[in-house]
């Protein structure tokens, strides 16, 4: 239930360092390609570049609070 959101934010996080770093070098960051360029790039978000992995991501986690409900709400034998 938690592993997926937190793998999703350690993607978006992990980005977000280099993007930082690229600003911060007076770059401009290319999200479809993953590089710093010197030319104003459009933005992407990471839902555009990888929906599988944020809608999959989702979906485990929902799935996970299902089978937690499921799990609280059955008698031990």
Same mark, same amino acid.
């Given at each position: ?8 934010? =350690?993607?978006?996080? /992990?980005e ?8 911060? =070098?007076?770059? *401009? /960051? ?19 570049? *990888?929906?599988?992995?944020?809608? =999959? ?6 799935? =996970?609070?299902?089978?937690c ?9």
């Amino acid at each position: 239930m938690i592993f997926p959101s937190l793998a999703l934010m =350690g993607v978006y996080f /992990w980005e977000l360092g280099q993007v930082r770093e690229c600003t911060f =070098g007076g770059g *401009h /960051w290319d999200y479809l390609e993953g590089v710093c360029r010197e030319m104003p790039q459009p933005f992407a978000s990471l839902l555009q570049r *990888h929906p599988l992995l944020v809608n =999959g991501g989702m979906l485990l986690s929902v799935l =996970g609070v299902g089978l937690c409900m499921v799990g609280l709400y059955t008698k031990r034998r």
